[in-house]
């Protein structure tokens, strides 16, 4: 069944197409995954609708760096401290599709948020997979999302208080790093043998040198002039490269279920990996084809139901499984 998605990206929820994939037939799996902390509409993995979630305060507007934000970790109710529980669910959702897809001892690399990888990592491990290790990826600059509290009181009239918190901030330190957690499919023999077998579980740390030095888990890049950035978690072409480089060799197969911007397929195609990618949103996915197509005469759209504007993921996937049900009670 591999054939017809073999390096295509298919406009539709992955959880309806990666069933059809052969077992033990992906050497890859490589994805930026949505981190579940609300960025966006694509980004809420969640059934809570407070107020809060995808808006500003006074002193975000005009600042792109404040573009988002939740509700004050005191104000947060029940419904709101279940929404890292209910990421670990949807996760686990689609990662056990994915185990019986990979080959023994295939790598999987999961880009994640600090505050919610952990549910991530729990979700592929009760899947199946085992935690190799996180990587991290230092980008080259970061915002520093941190309010000057001497700001905020001087604004309240406290002139006093002010002068005593001068240099403090409210916030987070800048950040600088996003994680990767790299998990592998287990094997039944040695890692030698299940290499001759499968050819996936080594490392190609020659090609993946950095200035002659091996490779640690700091992994440094950042964009090219030439990319174009059309996601808001876009990722570097040459960071993607490095992982697929590390773990893979020529006309092994990659999978990406949440292909964004297609960065993975872009990157595949660079290396002469053959790839399978899913995206849910319209505007992404054509964007990830207008993206390939400026290399190659790539695939024309195939579009199946997508994420509408201003829906949230949560959203769009309890509507599809009530569709579901009705044409179930029909028959």
């Known amino acids: 069944m591999n054939k017809k998605y073999l390096n295509k990206i298919i406009n539709d929820d992955c959880k309806n ?36 979630l995808l808006g500003k305060s006074p002193a975000q507007n005009g600042k792109s760096g404040f573009k988002k934000r939740g ?14 529980k209910e990421y670990q669910d949807w996760c686990y959702s689609w990662s056990s599709l994915v185990f019986p897809k990979m080959k023994e001892g295939s790598s999987v ?20 997979f085992l935690l190799r290790d996180v990587l991290a990826w230092k980008k080259p600059s970061a915002h520093h999302r941190a309010q000057r509290f001497s700001g905020i009181l001087e604004k309240r009239g406290l002139h006093e208080e002010a002068k005593k918190w001068e240099g403090w901030r409210l916030g987070n330190l800048a950040p600088i790093y996003e ?9 039944k023999h040695t890692i030698t ?32 002039k030439h990319e174009k950035k059309i996601h808001e978690a876009q990722k570097p072409e040459k960071l993607i490269e490095y992982l697929i480089k590390l773990t893979t060799i ?11 911007s297609g960065t993975t397929a872009i990157s595949a195609q660079n290396l002469n990996r053959q790839f399978i990618g899913f995206e ?19 695939q024309r759209p195939v579009k199946q139901k997508s994420l509408k504007q201003n829906q949230t993921l949560f959203e769009f996937t309890k509507n599809k499984q009530e569709k579901s049900s009705k044409q179930l009670l029909a028959t």
């Open 179 to 187: 994680p990767i957690a790299w998990f592998f499919k287990p094997y």
């Open 17 to 52: 197409h990666i069933p059809k994939l052969d077992n033990n037939s992906i050497d890859l799996f490589l994805s930026d995954i949505p981190y579940g902390i609300n960025l966006d509409e694509w980004d809420v993995i969640h059934k809570n609708t407070n107020s809060a």
């Open 250 to 260: 020529k006309n092994q197969i990659v999978l990406d279920p949440f292909m964004g």
């Open 193 to 224: 043998d299940n290499v001759l077998k499968n050819e996936v579980g080594a490392m190609n740390i020659e090609a993946c040198k950095i200035n002659g030095s091996s490779p640690t888990n700091i992994l440094e890049f950042g964009f090219e």
């Open 109 to 128: 690399f999961v880009f994640g948020a600090r505050r919610t990888l952990h549910r991530a990592i729990v979700a592929f491990e009760n899947s199946g």
């Open 71 to 84: 509700k004050p970790i005191n104000g947060w109710n029940q419904a709101d401290k279940q929404i890292t």
């Open 280 to 298: 849910i949103m319209e505007d992404y996915y054509k964007k990830s084809l207008e993206r390939l197509s400026l290399n190659i005469d790539f």
